[in-house]
């Protein structure tokens, strides 16, 4: 079945970096794309970006350019995303979510379970 | 950039009545790029609803999503215990790619 498995919870200290990752299973990699959405303790769904696996494209919230990266690696059918210069205002849950269909307009039909990331001195 | 205002915050309903949650867009937004999605406690959120009124695989028919332009249902014909839930409305534009409304908490009155 598809499925997105992230990597583990990360403690990490102001001013650090923090790099999560997506693995996808069960479809074509590069045929679909994957954004990235966070969610702080309590609050509501925060889309990141978004990138293509397929020519690696890339999307970004105005709010994190110049702090967010998105890659992925087709041979292992992971993404990933790292986030630099962090502030406790990014302790969040991360999710990868997969488009429901390829072009990305129609929403995001499959998410990983999700990743907390705390930023704590 | 286009916000979505879903309304109400909190409705407070119980099992078996019809739940209606509204999210307004503050621009014309094209029905094809409205989605739903669903979300419990610890979880992830599920999508429910794209194109405005197409159920996502595997979601039950008493689900189902209307509207055009600016405002946008979701309706729950006949509460489940397990729809209790916070749900979000989103919408695909150019730039930001993604954006969702702030929620509304679906709660057992």
């Known amino acids: 079945q598809v499925q997105l498995v992230q990597s583990g919870a990360e403690v990490k200290k102001p001013g650090a970096s923090v790099k999560v990752s997506c693995t996808a299973s069960g479809y074509t990699f590069t045929r679909f794309g994957i954004s990235w959405v966070r969610q702080a303790p309590g609050q509501g769904l925060e889309w990141m970006g978004w990138?293509?696996?397929?020519?690696?494209?890339?999307k970004y919230t105005q709010k994190l350019q110049g702090r967010v990266t998105m890659t992925t690696d087709t041979s292992t059918s992971t993404a990933y995303i790292e986030l630099r210069s962090l502030r406790s205002d990014d302790t969040a849950v991360y999710y990868c979510?997969?488009?429901?269909?390829?072009?990305?307009?129609?929403?995001?039909?499959?998410w990983g379970q999700g990743t907390t990331v705390t930023v704590s001195s | 950039e286009i916000v979505l205002t879903q309304s109400p915050g909190t409705l407070s309903l119980s099992p078996g009545e019809r739940a209606t949650l509204s999210c307004r867009a503050s621009q014309i937004i094209s029905s094809s790029y409205l989605a739903w999605y669903q979300q419990k406690p610890g979880q992830s959120p599920r999508l429910l609803i794209y194109g405005a009124s197409s159920r996502a695989t595997g979601i039950p028919d008493r689900f189902s999503g209307s509207g055009s332009g600016t405002d946008f249902t979701l309706t729950i014909s006949r509460l489940e215990p397990e729809d209790f839930a916070v749900y979000y409305c989103q919408q695909y534009g150019s730039s930001p790619m993604y954006t969702f409304g702030q929620g509304t908490k679906l709660e057992i009155k």
């Open positions: 990138i293509s696996p397929y020519n690696g494209n890339t």
């Open positions: 979510a997969r488009d429901l269909y390829g072009s990305g307009l129609y929403g995001m039909g499959v």
